[in-house]
């Protein structure tokens, strides 16, 4: 699908909280994206609980793997022992 394909469908699905951007990125490397054209973007955006490490770094990756094992997610109400150890 294009992006104007895409996002015609997501003004169909979504709650209007955000206007997106007319691309609608499928996949990231590094400091790239793609769009769903395959159009190279450089990403210069930050997100909510973003990292500064890039898409799909290895170490990172790694991390969230195992974390996936253990537990996914949990509500601020709950401490939890990465947090304590990070901290």
Request: hydrophobic share 50%; with cysteine; glycine share 0%.
């Given at each position: 699908m294009t992006n104007q394909e895409l996002?015609?469908?997501y003004k169909q699905v979504m709650v209007p909280n955000y206007a997106p951007l007319?691309?609608?990125?499928?996949r990231g490397k590094g400091v790239w994206l793609w769009d769903a054209e395959d159009?190279?973007?450089l990403d210069l955006t930050g997100g909510?609980?973003?990292t500064g490490l890039g898409h799909g770094h290895?170490?990172?990756l790694r991390a969230l793997r195992e974390q996936a094992d253990q537990v996914w997610h949990l509500s601020n109400y709950?401490?939890?022992v990465?947090?304590?150890e990070l901290a």
């Open positions: 996002l015609a469908r007319p691309c609608v990125p499928t159009k190279k973007y909510i609980a973003v290895p170490e990172v709950f401490a939890n990465p947090v304590i």
